[in-house]
């Protein structure tokens, strides 16, 4: 087996290796040289690009993005949780339910981000028509802050908590509920004391699948922010482009992976079955 | 209980209203004669409009060439990787792929582009489709060896010992009693990295070339310029064109 | 076995689609967005019996991104004029040779030797730019100083260039000062004045506020001239002046890159756009400020008079070039917007 084995393992490992770990390390490189006159990297080696990030305004940046991520994960995750306990209990149709939830996803990011620059402007739907009704007399400001990019990540990354939750969930052990009915306590308490902390590992299946792509996010604060606040992703996307400063990209990129690398230490330690 | 199923059933509604009534308020606003939010009578206006757009057709063109190439080579390498890690684990491996799986796409774009920037230097080679179908297979591998492997795993390891014990060798093994078996999660992680592919915008953006524009370049370039309807009609192209696909895929998948 | 025939019969044309090519010479234009005649580039094809292959971009900084590496596969690209020094230092420019370009004399005057390039070696006045602010005409009294955007009236319906150089250019104006300044001190009262604008911003946003001017959801812009002549092409409601402390100007050049196989096409292709006719179709088309006289003559009058476009001379004297800033102040620059966009 081990032959054959090896032979399948080889194009992956090529793969990982020639365009994700390399280039990887070409990134390393680039954080530890200076930038050069007008772009690009020159000598010296130097650990300045590091040295400045220590500094209130990106520790700002990334706070905010935490918070960002955050309010996301747990918006998606009130949001879902409900409606992954719908579909594990629906009794036929489950297929049907669950695909209807993913049927966004089959559609572009970009799209759906776009669907919420058309509803939410001055001029947008959700405007025309609570003026229309009369609950409000001029446009509410509903686009351009961070509660449009929290809406417009909630919307995008939905079904990510659904399906992990959805997984948990349908193995429950019904007679679990049963037993705790039986002993006399509320649905609401059965819900709390059982059946929440049993779907832990989907949780957490789901908040990883959820904050870490938030966290780097760069689309939809772009479209649906205004360019008013600075995400991480922005940040790393404003030194390769406008700023011209691949050393300190290099050097804000390779932080994020690490603090990504360490949350998913954190959350995901004591999984006993992991992703892959 | 049967009260709790009720106001279950109707938050269910109410979420897949939400997921679903903002696409297809955009399709409906492509059929509008206006380009503002005033219905002003059904048009087909802007899908002449997208349709006649030559940059729109050559670069939806890109994104469907781009995402079958590299469609074809991460499902075929994953599912070979999927069904090595399966039989042995390679904790390396594993958390290679799962690295790439986390790792911020702008993280991913920018490391892409500095590393073709080196390759450039020493062989010559240009910015174009082989670099984005080459940048989409890299991330696209994770993805099929996750579908893929949560299918193997519904898999009898014993079948495959019989078929060893009843004379075959490891590569018949495979290839006529486990491939079947999983062919259903093939096409599903297919279907998912063909997604992947035709929707990526932050790093195809960054390692496109010359003639490799793709449709979410496009779309993203026109929704930078304001609202504006042909990217409502394009988008409820995609929807359609996308669910036909899943359709397909569910056929394939149960045939 | 069913399905593996369905998959290669889905590939078999897409594979045979990308193996014809066509035969003729080609070349590559990397332009801004919108900012060419429809015609021009067939008529070049025709002329020339050469494809073009024509891709747009939105920012500098993208099409630098692009370029960098020295084989992106584009022959021409049309930075503006502080971009040219980055290039040339990058060693991304192949000079130029005027005996090629017989209608280089086309050029007004004041372009034949610009800041930039006081000997046109490397680059060619393409079109002009400048920023100014755009308003809708239900706001009255109309803006007419930089000032003006800082006034409460307009909270929440105002919005600056999402561009470091042009907001902070509009903050050292409003100052008193040069756009181009490089004096730490200078930078750091323009941020604070960027950030005491912040709470009355909707957004910052470039192309993006024209449909908002016009239908009125914002009042007052910082916009691009090009862009808010495109808003009053549409809509008799929107009005444009250049802020009377002044204001930035941004010429846009053509620039052949080293790495270009083509280098004799692109000088005709260039040629080509010096040619009065087309020079003024293009202006036309992107609503834009042409470089070239000869094309100035021949516009019609109520372009070649438009005000927006062409203002008068004391509204040209107010105009400041920007300029290539040196590597330490773009540095702090940069982490000055970085900071006012954090704020």
């Excluded at chain 1, 080889?10 to 390390?25: C, H, K, R, S, V």
């Excluded at chain 1, 007008?38 to 040295?51: C, F, L, M």
């Excluded at chain 1, 149709?93 to 993913?102: D, I, S």
């Excluded at chain 1, 969930?169 to 709390?192: I, N, Q, V, Y």
Aim: glycine share 6%; hydrophobic share 50%; with cysteine.
């Amino acid at each position: 087996m081990t032959r054959l084995r090896a032979w399948f393992l080889a194009p992956t490992w090529t793969a990982q290796i020639a365009l994700f770990l390399a280039p990887l390390a070409i990134i390393l490189g680039y954080s530890l040289l200076t930038r050069g006159v007008y772009g690009g990297i020159t000598p010296p080696w130097t650990a300045e690009s590091y040295q400045r990030l220590i500094d209130p305004i990106y520790l700002a940046i990334l706070w905010r993005s935490f918070w960002v991520a955050g309010a996301s994960t747990a918006l998606c995750l009130l949001l879902g949780f409900p409606l992954a306990l719908f579909i594990s209990r629906a009794e036929r149709h489950k297929n049907f339910y669950l695909g209807l939830v993913m049927l966004p996803f089959w559609t572009s990011f970009l799209v759906r981000t776009y669907a919420w620059m058309f509803l939410l402007r001055d001029t947008g739907l959700l405007n025309t028509a609570l003026q229309k009704i009369g609950l409000i007399h001029s446009p509410l400001p509903l686009l351009y802050n961070d509660g449009a990019v929290i809406l417009g990540l909630v919307y995008g990354y939905l079904p990510f908590t659904v399906l992990p939750l959805y997984a948990t969930l349908e193995r429950l052990d019904r007679s679990l509920l049963e037993a705790a009915a039986d002993l006399g306590a509320k649905p609401w308490t059965a819900l709390t004391r059982i059946t929440i902390p049993l779907s832990a590992p989907g949780i957490r299946a789901g908040a990883i699948l959820v904050f870490i792509p938030c966290l780097g996010a760069y689309l939809t604060p772009d479209l649906l922010g205004g360019g008013k606040s600075v995400m991480i992703g922005n940040l790393i996307q404003n030194q390769f482009t406008t700023a011209r400063d691949w050393p300190f990209g290099s050097a804000v990129s390779l932080v994020l992976m690490a603090i990504v690398m360490v949350l998913l230490f954190v959350i995901a330690r004591g999984e006993g079955e992991s992703l892959l | 209980m049967r009260r709790r199923g009720t106001a279950l059933a109707i938050y269910a509604i109410a979420a897949y209203l939400f997921l679903h009534l903002p696409l297809l308020i955009l399709s409906i606003f492509s059929f509008n004669a206006s380009r503002f939010t005033v219905w002003e009578g059904f048009s087909l206006h802007w899908y002449s409009a997208a349709l006649q757009d030559s940059q729109l057709t050559e670069s939806a063109l890109n994104s469907l060439i781009i995402a079958i190439a590299a469609t074809a080579v991460s499902t075929v390498v994953g599912t070979l990787c999927a069904y090595g890690l399966w039989k042995r684990n390679s904790r390396p491996l594993a958390g290679s792929l799962y690295l790439s799986l986390v790792t911020p796409e702008i993280v991913t774009g920018i490391s892409l582009l500095a590393f073709y920037q080196w390759i450039f230097r020493f062989l010559r080679v240009q910015l174009g489709m082989h670099t984005v179908i080459l940048a989409h297979v890299s991330f696209s591998i994770a993805y099929v060896v996750i579908v893929v492997i949560a299918r193997l795993r519904t898999v009898d390891a014993t079948l495959e010992e019989a078929a060893l014990d009843l004379g075959a060798n490891e590569w018949q093994a495979f290839r006529y009693v486990t491939l079947p078996a999983i062919l259903p999660g093939i096409i599903a992680a297919a279907l998912l990295a063909f997604t992947v592919s035709f929707d990526d915008y932050v790093i195809t953006s960054l390692v496109a070339g010359v003639n490799s524009e793709t449709l979410p370049m496009v779309i993203y370039a026109i929704a930078r310029r304001g609202v504006n309807p042909v990217v409502n009609a394009i988008s409820a192209l995609i929807v359609v064109g996308f669910g036909a696909l899943v359709l397909v895929s569910e056929r394939l998948q149960r045939a | 076995m069913n399905r593996r025939h369905f998959l290669f019969g889905a590939l078999a044309p897409v594979f045979l689609g990308a193996c014809s090519r066509d035969r003729r010479p080609h070349l590559n234009i990397f332009n801004w967005s919108a900012y060419i005649a429809e015609d021009t580039v067939p008529k070049f094809e025709a002329q020339f019996g050469v494809r073009v292959r024509y891709g747009i971009y939105e920012s500098n900084e993208e099409m630098l991104a692009r370029v960098a590496g020295g084989n992106s596969g584009w022959d021409i690209v049309f930075p503006t004029c502080y971009m040219v020094k980055p290039l040339l230092a990058n060693d991304l420019v192949a000079p130029i040779h005027r005996d090629l370009l017989p209608n280089l004399p086309q050029l007004e005057p004041r372009f034949q030797r610009p800041d930039w390039d006081p000997n046109l070696n490397w680059s060619i006045p393409y079109m002009v730019t400048a920023a100014g602010i755009a308003y809708n005409r239900k706001l009255d009294p109309p803006p007419k100083s930089w000032a003006d955007m800082w006034d409460a009236r307009l909270r929440g319906r105002l919005t600056m260039l999402d561009d470091p150089f042009d907001t902070m250019g509009a903050c050292l104006k409003k100052l008193g000062l040069s756009v181009n300044s490089a004096d730490p001190a200078q930078l750091e009262r323009a941020r604070a004045e960027a950030v005491k604008q912040k709470p009355l911003l909707r957004a910052y946003l470039n192309a993006e506020a024209r449909d908002q001017l016009v239908s009125g959801d914002i009042l007052a812009a910082h916009m691009w001239n090009t862009t808010a002549q495109q808003a009053m092409d549409s809509s008799p409601n929107v009005g444009f002046v250049y802020p009377s402390e002044g204001y930035a100007v941004y010429p846009d050049a053509t620039v052949i890159l080293r790495e270009s196989k083509h280098q004799e096409l692109a000088h005709q292709f260039i040629n080509f756009l010096l040619r009065p006719d087309i020079a003024a179709a293009n202006a036309l088309t992107a609503r834009t400020t042409t470089t070239n006289a000869g094309a100035r003559k021949i516009l019609p009058p109520d372009f070649r008079d438009n005000p927006t476009l062409y203002p008068g001379p004391e509204i040209v004297a107010l105009g400041e070039w920007a300029i290539t800033l040196d590597p330490a102040t773009q540095r702090l620059r940069d982490r000055l917007w970085t900071e006012i966009k954090a704020a």
